[in-house]
């Protein structure tokens, strides 16, 4: 069983369609880019893979469940459970520490385990920094907390919209093979929203969004400068 499928997914806004026809299956371990122009609705479309927002049409089943039939705070349970974030703009809180801040997933599932907060720490290069504020922290240290906190709770599924796009292209290179490293080590299926070819070229498949619905894409191999 795929951990994620969509099944003729469409969006649209009154007579306006954002995206239709939209099919996609994600295995286990898989990373999958999705690469778009702005306004393909790429954001849109991880909302309603996510139960935050509902299709105009189709369905969307995460682990097993099917997101149109639950009440919303099935969905929002189903969410702590299976699903990492990954955002852009890093979505830290500044009031918490570094080590409170990958440690919220657990908080919110009753699990709260501070060996594991520091062993994702340790993964994403800040065993250290534990009691640190965010606002001592650079761009790339922020998007790696962003990534121990997506993967704290070994989630079945991440979604991880343009992780690098706030980063220069050394720490958006860093980042990313430490996202593709952990997601592929705790066996997450990974959904990397992008407007990179080189950083989708590091994925196992890459597809493209349009109106129409989803193709494949075809890139070379190529490491992202």
């Given at each position: ?5 969509a ?35 790429k ?9 935050l ?34 955002f ?8 918490l ?10 908080l ?11 062993e ?15 606002r ?9 907390v ?23 292209a050394?720490n958006?290179s860093?980042?990313?093979d430490l ?7 705790q ?15 590091r994925?196992?498949?890459c ?15 190529q490491?992202?400068?």
């Open positions: 069983m795929p951990v994620l499928e099944r003729g997914l469409a969006k649209s806004y009154g007579a306006t369609p954002v995206f239709t026809g939209i099919d996609l299956r994600l295995q286990a371990g898989e990373l999958v880019a999705l690469l778009g122009e702005s306004g393909s609705g954001s849109t479309l991880l909302n309603c893979l996510a139960g927002d509902e299709p105009s049409a189709g369905t969307v089943h995460l682990a097993g469940a099917e997101l149109g039939s639950l009440r919303e705070s099935q969905r929002a349970l189903l969410r702590r459970q299976h699903l990492g974030f990954v852009q703009a890093f979505h830290v809180l500044p009031h520490s570094v080590a409170a801040n990958v440690g919220l997933p657990l919110l599932l009753k699990r709260a385990d501070p060996q594991r907060v520091q994702m720490l340790e993964a994403v290069g800040l065993g250290d920094l534990g009691a640190r504020s965010p001592q922290l650079s761009g790339g240290q922020l998007q790696r962003a990534i121990a906190r997506a993967l704290v709770h070994r989630p079945a599924l991440v979604l991880a919209d343009e992780p690098t796009g706030n980063l220069d050394r958006a860093a980042v990313l996202l593709l490293e952990q997601v592929h080590a066996g997450s299926a990974c959904l990397l929203v992008t407007h990179s070819e080189r950083a989708a070229a994925a196992d498949r597809l493209r969004i349009s109106e129409q619905g989803i193709t494949t894409q075809d890139l070379q191999t490491a992202l400068a």
